[in-house]
């Protein structure tokens, strides 16, 4: 019966865990393909994430404002961080931070 309580507890941890997770590595993509496209101003990047996040519907917790655009050795570097709080059962919440940077 412990057994049986224990692996629903963390299915249902793994359930509401995994959505965004699937976000986190999305806007990971979505950063990684402004950096190859050869966008090079501020704004430019800003613009192309906004319309990325358009098409990417999973995208949800940061937006184009939110990165943090620098230039490294004539490269475009783009980094991001946001904090993601899952209910898991009230009152008790899971806050996850989330830290990336283009490749």
Same mark, same amino acid.
Do not use: H
């Given at each position: ?13 793994a359930?509401k ?11 990971? =993509?979505?950063v ?13 990047? =800003?613009?192309?994430?906004? =319309?990325?996040?358009d ?15 620098t230039?490294?050795?004539? =490269? ?5 961080g ?17 830290r990336?940077?283009?490749?």
């Amino acid at each position: 019966m412990f057994w049986t309580i224990l692996i629903a507890c963390l299915g249902l941890i793994a359930l509401k865990v995994l959505p965004t997770l699937n976000e986190y590595f999305t806007i990971q =993509r979505a950063v990684n393909k402004l950096v190859q496209s050869g966008a090079s101003t501020v704004p430019e990047i =800003r613009t192309a994430f906004e =319309r990325q996040k358009d098409i990417e519907y999973s995208i949800t917790s940061i937006s184009g404002k939110d990165l943090e655009i620098t230039k490294e050795n004539d =490269r475009v570097v783009i980094r991001f961080g946001y904090d993601k709080e899952i209910e898991l059962v009230e009152p008790v919440y899971l806050v996850i931070k989330y830290r990336g940077q283009s490749q």
